[in-house]
């Protein structure tokens, strides 16, 4: 049996509460909307819901993948689905008056489409009903590989952001995601969207401490910037339950704010790098939201490095942990 190595302070967070985590958690529940924020069991809730931002999971709680990383539960949902749904979202997010949202998904390889027609009609919702007023990322899955329904997204919703997420180096896809996934595939699909929608933003992600060398880290970096990826987010897989995946180790702040400046070196615009950053991090979306609000990139940058920086800093004062 494999002892599991112990989880370092930077890692504990402050328990999820307050008055503005505590209206939007009632608010999506009013709504019955779920969010990959509770179902993925993300460190950050307290922190991110607080601040008024949210990741919201449409197609369901069940997906037909099965990542060995992911606390999402897995399974067939036949092809069931609400399509009432995209319409339900936009008057939720439009009650919310986020500025910011990211909409994600299960994986729905049981749809004719794996579910593109309807994340494109849930953007233009969100949109309609926010009168334009929201900025809205799509982070989706692979559609197995069947590029007309990246672009359905892209170019039927018309999002702010288009993310998918490779997770881990080349190396480790068949160990950590689902046999279906792949880098090849991950990539072909990040680098349509830039094809079919190049003003569109790209973004991507990597989950580290999964058994992977910092050269493989920075060769898929490389990978995704060769693609035109303009956002990347790294960060520390954290063990969501004993079935899911072992960590093979947690990666030091240092490391990470290392990484952080070999990818702004690489020409990505922006890197939100540290243990407790994920692909859904306000630090990424701040600046997001800076780039497509047409403010300076050094200033939404700088305004979005202090968002990592406060984070790190908060995790250091040994508050009660989230496990």
Same mark, same amino acid.
């Given at each position: ?32 909307? @779920?969010?990959?924020? /509770? ?11 607080? /601040? ?36 339900? #979202? ?32 849930? #953007? %233009? ?11 809205? /990322? ?11 329904? #990246? ?25 950590? !995601? ?41 060769? *898929? ?26 960590? /093979? !180790?947690?990666? @030091? ?6 990484? %952080? ?38 200033? *939404? ?14 995790? %250091? ?5 989230? %496990?």
């Amino acid at each position: 049996m494999t002892t599991q190595p112990r989880k370092p302070e930077w890692l504990k967070v402050r328990a999820p509460g307050g008055e503005r985590y505590t209206f939007i958690k009632e608010t999506l529940r009013k709504f019955d909307l @779920h969010t990959v924020c /509770e179902e993925a069991r993300c460190p950050n809730v307290g922190e991110c819901w607080g /601040e008024g931002t949210a990741t919201v999971m449409i197609l369901g709680d069940t997906c037909t993948r099965g990542c060995r990383f992911c606390a999402v539960t897995t399974g067939n949902p036949r092809g069931a689905y609400d399509p009432r749904e995209p319409e339900h #979202v936009g008057r939720t997010i439009a009650a919310l008056e986020l500025e910011y949202v990211v909409l994600t998904m299960v994986d729905r390889d049981d749809l004719l489409d794996g579910g593109a027609k309807h994340v494109a009609d849930t #953007v %233009r919702a969100i949109k309609s009903k926010s009168a334009g007023k929201t900025l809205v /990322e799509t982070l989706v899955g692979d559609f197995n590989g069947v590029l007309r329904d #990246v672009a359905t997204v892209v170019e039927r919703g018309k999002p702010d952001v288009f993310a998918h997420n490779v997770e881990t180096v080349d190396r480790l896809q068949r160990s950590v !995601r689902d046999a279906r996934c792949s880098m090849e595939r991950s990539l072909a699909v990040l680098a349509h969207s830039k094809k079919v929608s190049p003003e569109t933003y790209t973004k991507s992600s990597i989950m580290l401490g999964l058994g992977e060398s910092l050269d493989e880290v920075r060769e *898929t970096m490389a990978k995704l910037r060769d693609i035109g990826v303009d956002v990347l987010t790294l960060g520390q897989y954290l063990r969501p339950t004993p079935k899911h995946l072992e960590v /093979e !180790r947690f990666v @030091h702040p240092d490391e990470f704010a290392q990484l %952080r400046e070999e990818g702004m070196a690489m020409g990505f615009r922006y890197v939100a790098s540290g243990p407790l950053v994920r692909s859904s991090y306000r630090a990424s979306e701040a600046f997001l939201k800076g780039l497509l609000r047409r403010e300076d990139p050094a200033l *939404t940058a700088a305004r979005a490095d202090a968002l990592v920086d406060k984070g790190e800093d908060t995790k %250091r004062k040994l508050l009660p942990v989230v %496990r």
